[in-house]
C-alpha cells in the first residue's frame, strides 16, 4: 500500500479504528541472571499512539527488542495482526511491516540521507536497478515510483537541506531524523520508536513530536515509542505503559498512570528493597 | 580532494610521506633520463612485470575485501579459496576431461557450496564473536580447504590450461622492444573487468545496496529487513568466483600448486597498504607492491651499496620480504592504509 492508499483509508477510516495490531503476552526475558522483563503483558491498538516509560534500565528497550525480534524472550508470545507468531528473525519481522529506530542511533554512517532513507524501501524493490541501466522500462518506472516516495518522506520531515550529505556528520538530532526517515520509508503497520527525542533542545523535541503526530494521523500509522520526557508522553501518547525493573506497574491512559502511587513511586526514586 | 588536501599538515607523518614520496619520484625521473636507452628499456620491463604480478596480488586482496567490509571477518583462507578453486578447476578438466567452459561454471559452483557450508556451519554459530575469534575460524577453515583439496585431488602440480593466451605480446615486443607475457595483459584485463562489474553490481542492483547497508551497519540492515545470512552467502559466494580468478590466473601461469597458499599471504602487506576496506585500495596496493618488489629485487642492493657500502648479496631475494617491511613501514605512518576509514576503535 502506498502513502496515498494508506492518506485515503485514513479520510474514510480515521485513527480510531481500535482493533489490536499487536499484543504481547506474559513475556520474560532473561540475561543470564538478570530478568530484564518480568512476566509482561499489554497490547497496542490500531492507530494509536502508545508510549512505554520508565525509569533507566526498566526493561523498555528489551520490551522493543523483543517486538521487533532482535531479542527472544524465553517465556511468552506475541501476537501480530490476529496471529501468533512463531520465533523469527528482525529481517522477517521487518518484512511483515514493522519498522523501528534504535536508542543509540543505527543509521549507514556512509550513505547519504537520501541513500540511507532508500534502504528503507529494500525490501519492496522488485527489479535491479541495473537492468535500469541496460534496458529502460519496467525497472525505470520503480525506481522513480520509489524515489517519489523517498523525496515525499523528506519533505515531510524537513531534511531537504541535507539530502546528500552523508548521515555519519550530521548533527545528533539530524540524525534521528533520518532514522525516523529511514523507518517510514517502508511504509510500516508498527513503528517503535527507541527514545526519539533523547539528547534534543526544547526546539527539536517539538518538531520531532509534531512530525510523530502527523505520521500517526495522516498515515494513520501505529506507534509506540519510549520516551523519558513526561511532558511529552502526556503530549503525544493515547495510552502509556509503565515498566519499572522488569514489572509492569502502570497501564492506561495519561493521565490515569500519572495519578498512580506505584509510577509516582518510581520516578521519585522511592527505595526499592 | 581538495579540501582534504589543504588540510593535510606538512609536519603530519602523511606530509613527512608525500614529501619523500615526491623527492623520489623526482630523483626517479632523473636517473631515467640520465641511463642510456637499452637500460631504460629493462627498467620498463620491470617495472611491468611488476605490475602485472601485482595484479594477482590484487585479485586475492580484492576477495578479502568483499567478506572484510560486509562482515567484519578478516578472512584468512582467501588465499586457500583460490588454491582450492584451482584445484577443482584441474581436477575437472585434467581428470575427467571437462572442457574449461563447463569446468570453469562448475568450480563456481562448488565455491558458492562452500560459501553456503561457510555461512551454515561456521558463521551463524559465531555471530556476535569476537573478531579474533571470527578470524581463528578462519585459519581452522583454510586447513580444512587445504585438506579437502588434498584429499580429493592430490598434492602434485597441476598444469592448468584454460585457453588464455601465451607467450610474449608480439606487439609489445615489435613495437616497442618489450617483452611481456600475454597472460600477464589477459590478468590485467581481467582484473579490471571484475572491478568494473563488482562496483556496478554494488552500485546499482538491489543485491549489491542490501550488501552495502550490511558492510555499514548489521543492525540498521536487519531493521530495514535484509537477513544478514544471505548476504553473507552472497559474499563468500563472490569472494569464491574471485579467488577462482586468482586461481585460474596463477595456475596458467606456473601450474595449481600449494605454494600458491603462501604467495596468497603476500595479499596482507597489500592490504595494509590499501585500507581493508577499500577494493581500489586493493588494487592500488596489489600493483604498488607487485611494482616496489621487483624494483628493490633488481635495483635495491646496487643503490645500498653505492650509497652506504653495504653488501649488494645481502639484497638478493629481497623479493620475498619487501612487502611485509613496506608494510610495516606503512602502519606507523598511515595504519589505516591508503583508502581505509580511520580506524576507530568500536565501544
Ligand atoms: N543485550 C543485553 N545483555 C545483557 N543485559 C542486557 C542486555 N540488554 C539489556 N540488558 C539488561 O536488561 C535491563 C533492562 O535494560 P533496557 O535497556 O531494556 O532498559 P531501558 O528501560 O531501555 O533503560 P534506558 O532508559 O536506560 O534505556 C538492564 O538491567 C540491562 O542491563
Ligand atoms: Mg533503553
Same mark, same amino acid.
Given at each position: 500500500?502506498?502513502m496515498d492508499?494508506q492518506?485515503? *483509508?485514513h479520510?474514510?477510516?480515521?485513527?480510531?479504528?481500535g482493533?489490536t495490531?499487536?499484543e504481547?503476552k506474559?513475556?520474560?526475558?532473561?540475561?543470564?541472571g538478570v530478568e530484564? +522483563?518480568k512476566?509482561?503483558s499489554f497490547d497496542?491498538?490500531?492507530?494509536e499512539?502508545?508510549?512505554i516509560?520508565?525509569p533507566?534500565g *526498566?526493561?523498555k528497550?528489551?520490551?522493543?527488542?523483543v517486538?521487533?525480534?532482535?531479542?527472544?524472550?524465553q517465556?511468552g508470545?506475541?501476537?501480530?495482526r490476529g496471529e501468533k507468531?512463531?520465533?523469527?528473525r528482525p529481517h522477517?519481522?521487518?518484512?511483515?511491516?514493522?519498522?523501528?529506530t534504535?536508542?543509540?542511533?543505527?543509521?549507514?554512517?556512509?550513505?547519504?540521507?537520501?541513500?540511507?532513507?532508500m534502504?528503507?524501501? !529494500?525490501?519492496?524493490?522488485r527489479?535491479?536497478?541495473?537492468?535500469?541501466? !541496460?534496458?529502460?522500462g519496467? *525497472?525505470?518506472?520503480?525506481e522513480?515510483?520509489?524515489?517519489?516516495a523517498?523525496e515525499?518522506i523528506?519533505?515531510f520531515?524537513e531534511?531537504?537541506?541535507?539530502r546528500k550529505?552523508?548521515?555519519?556528520?550530521?548533527p545528533?538530532?539530524?540524525?534521528?531524523?533520518?532514522?525516523l526517515?529511514r523507518?517510514?520509508?517502508?511504509e510500516p503497520k508498527?513503528l +517503535? +520508536?527507541?527514545e526519539?527525542m533523547?539528547?534534543?533542545?526544547v526546539?527539536?523535541k517539538e518538531?520531532?513530536?509534531?512530525?510523530?503526530l502527523d505520521?500517526?494521523?495522516?498515515?494513520?500509522?501505529?506507534i509506540?515509542?519510549?520516551e523519558?520526557d513526561?511532558?511529552?508522553v502526556?503530549?503525544?501518547?493515547?495510552?502509556? $505503559?509503565?515498566?519499572?525493573y522488569?514489572?509492569k506497574?502502570?497501564d492506561g491512559?495519561?493521565?490515569?498512570?500519572?495519578?498512580?502511587?506505584e509510577?509516582?513511586?518510581?520516578?521519585?526514586? $522511592?527505595?526499592h528493597? | 580532494m581538495?579540501?582534504?588536501?589543504?588540510r593535510l599538515?606538512?609536519?603530519?607523518?602523511e606530509?613527512?610521506?608525500l614529501l @619523500?614520496?615526491?623527492?623520489?619520484?623526482?630523483?626517479?625521473l632523473?636517473?631515467? #633520463?640520465s641511463?642510456?636507452?637499452r637500460?631504460?628499456l629493462?627498467?620498463?620491463?620491470?617495472t611491468?612485470?611488476g605490475?602485472?604480478a601485482?595484479?594477482m596480488?590484487?585479485?586475492?586482496?580484492?576477495?578479502f575485501?568483499?567478506?572484510?567490509?560486509s562482515?567484519?571477518i578478516?578472512?584468512?583462507s582467501?588465499?586457500?579459496?583460490?588454491?582450492?578453486?584451482?584445484?577443482?578447476?584441474?581436477g575437472?578438466?585434467?581428470?575427467?576431461?571437462?572442457?574449461?567452459?563447463?569446468a570453469?561454471?562448475?568450480t563456481?559452483?562448488?565455491? =558458492?557450496?562452500?560459501a553456503?557450508?561457510?555461512?551454515r556451519?561456521?558463521?551463524?554459530?559465531? =555471530?556476535n564473536?569476537?573478531p579474533?575469534?571470527l578470524?581463528?575460524?578462519?585459519?581452522?577453515?583454510?586447513?580444512?580447504?587445504e585438506?579437502?583439496?588434498?584429499?580429493?585431488?592430490?598434492s602434485?602440480?597441476?598444469?592448468l590450461d584454460?585457453?588464455l593466451?601465451?607467450?610474449?605480446?608480439?606487439?609489445l @615486443?615489435d613495437g616497442y #622492444?618489450?617483452?611481456?607475457?600475454?597472460?600477464e595483459i589477459?590478468a590485467a584485463?581481467?582484473?579490471?573487468?571484475?572491478?568494473?562489474?563488482?562496483?556496478?553490481?554494488?552500485?546499482?542492483?538491489r543485491?549489491?545496496?542490501?550488501l552495502?547497508?550490511v558492510?555499514?551497519?548489521?543492525q540498521a540492515?536487519?531493521? =530495514?529487513?535484509?537477513?544478514?545470512r544471505t548476504?553473507?552467502?552472497?559474499?563468500?559466494?563472490?569472494?569464491?568466483? =574471485?579467488?577462482?580468478?586468482?586461481?585460474?590466473?596463477? #595456475?596458467?601461469?606456473s601450474?595449481v600448486?600449494?605454494?600458491?597458499?603462501l604467495?596468497?599471504l603476500?595479499?596482507l602487506?597489500? @592490504?595494509?597498504l #590499501?585500507?581493508?576496506t577499500?577494493?581500489?585500495?586493493?588494487?592500488l596496493?596489489g @600493483?604498488i607492491i607487485g611494482?616496489?618488489e621487483?624494483?628493490?629485487?633488481i635495483?635495491?642492493?646496487?643503490?645500498?651499496?653505492?650509497l652506504?657500502g653495504l653488501n649488494?648479496?645481502?639484497?638478493?631475494a629481497?623479493?620475498?620480504?619487501?612487502?611485509?617491511?613496506l608494510a610495516?613501514?606503512?602502519?606507523?605512518?598511515?595504519?589505516q592504509g591508503?583508502?581505509?576509514?580511520?580506524i576507530i576503535e568500536?565501544v
Open positions: 500500500m502506498n492508499a492518506l485515503a *483509508a479520510l474514510s477510516g480515521g485513527r480510531q479504528a482493533g495490531l499487536l504481547v506474559n513475556i520474560t526475558l532473561r540475561f543470564g530484564a +522483563l512476566n509482561i497496542i491498538r490500531e492507530g499512539i502508545r508510549a516509560i520508565g533507566n *526498566a526493561g528497550s528489551s520490551m522493543l527488542n517486538i521487533s525480534g532482535f531479542y527472544h524472550p517465556e508470545e506475541v501476537w501480530f507468531r512463531r520465533p523469527m522477517q519481522i521487518a518484512r511483515q511491516g514493522l519498522a523501528r534504535f536508542q543509540n542511533i543505527a543509521l549507514f554512517k556512509g550513505m547519504s540521507t537520501l541513500d540511507n532513507i534502504t528503507g524501501r !529494500l525490501t519492496m524493490m527489479r535491479n536497478m541495473l537492468w535500469q541501466a !541496460l534496458w529502460k519496467p *525497472a525505470e518506472a520503480e522513480i515510483a520509489h524515489r517519489e523517498v515525499r523528506i519533505d520531515l531534511i531537504q537541506h541535507i550529505k552523508p548521515v555519519g556528520a550530521l545528533y538530532g539530524l540524525q534521528k531524523r533520518v532514522e526517515g523507518a517510514l520509508a517502508a508498527l +517503535l +520508536l527507541d526519539p533523547a539528547g534534543m533542545n526546539e527539536e518538531d520531532m513530536s509534531r512530525f510523530i505520521v500517526n494521523d495522516e498515515f494513520g500509522t501505529t509506540a515509542l519510549i523519558h513526561m511532558g511529552v502526556m503530549d503525544l501518547s493515547d495510552r502509556v $505503559v509503565v515498566l519499572d522488569g514489572r506497574i502502570g491512559a495519561p493521565a490515569e498512570v500519572r495519578a498512580n502511587p509510577v509516582i513511586d518510581a520516578y521519585l526514586g $522511592v527505595a528493597e | 581538495m579540501a582534504s588536501l589543504s599538515r606538512l609536519a603530519s607523518p606530509g613527512v610521506g @619523500l614520496l615526491a623527492a623520489y619520484a623526482a630523483y626517479g632523473f636517473w631515467l #633520463g641511463i642510456d636507452e637500460d631504460r629493462f627498467f620498463y620491463e620491470v611491468l612485470s605490475l602485472l601485482g595484479v596480488y590484487s585479485l586475492v586482496a580484492l576477495g575485501v568483499l567478506i572484510f567490509k562482515s567484519g578478516f578472512n584468512f582467501q588465499g586457500v579459496m583460490a588454491l582450492f578453486a584451482g584445484l577443482f578447476l584441474t575437472f578438466m585434467n581428470d575427467f576431461g571437462v572442457p574449461a567452459f563447463l570453469i561454471p562448475l563456481v559452483a562448488v565455491m =558458492v557450496a562452500v553456503f557450508a561457510v555461512e556451519f561456521v558463521l551463524r554459530h559465531l =555471530v564473536q569476537e579474533i575469534i578470524f581463528m575460524a578462519t585459519i581452522g577453515l583454510a586447513f580444512v580447504l585438506g579437502v583439496g588434498d584429499i580429493l585431488w592430490g602434485d602440480v597441476k598444469p584454460v585457453g593466451p601465451r607467450g610474449a605480446s608480439d606487439f @615486443l #622492444g618489450l617483452y611481456v607475457e600475454k597472460l589477459a584485463a581481467v582484473a579490471a573487468v571484475l572491478v568494473v562489474a563488482l562496483s556496478l553490481f554494488s552500485q546499482y542492483t543485491i549489491g545496496r542490501a552495502r547497508a558492510a555499514d551497519d548489521h540492515a536487519l531493521s =530495514v529487513g535484509i537477513s544478514l548476504i553473507w552467502v552472497i559474499v563468500w559466494s563472490i569472494a569464491g568466483a =574471485v579467488a577462482l580468478v586468482a586461481g585460474i590466473m596463477w #595456475g596458467s601461469k601450474g600448486q600449494f605454494s600458491l597458499a604467495i596468497a603476500k595479499a602487506p597489500v @592490504l595494509i #590499501g585500507g581493508f577499500s577494493i581500489p585500495g586493493a588494487i596496493g @600493483l611494482v616496489g621487483k624494483w628493490a629485487e635495483y635495491l642492493g646496487e643503490v645500498m651499496n653505492a652506504f649488494a648479496s645481502w639484497f638478493t629481497i623479493e620475498n620480504w619487501f612487502a611485509y617491511v610495516l613501514a606503512f602502519l606507523l605512518v598511515r595504519p591508503l583508502f581505509g576509514e580511520k568500536r
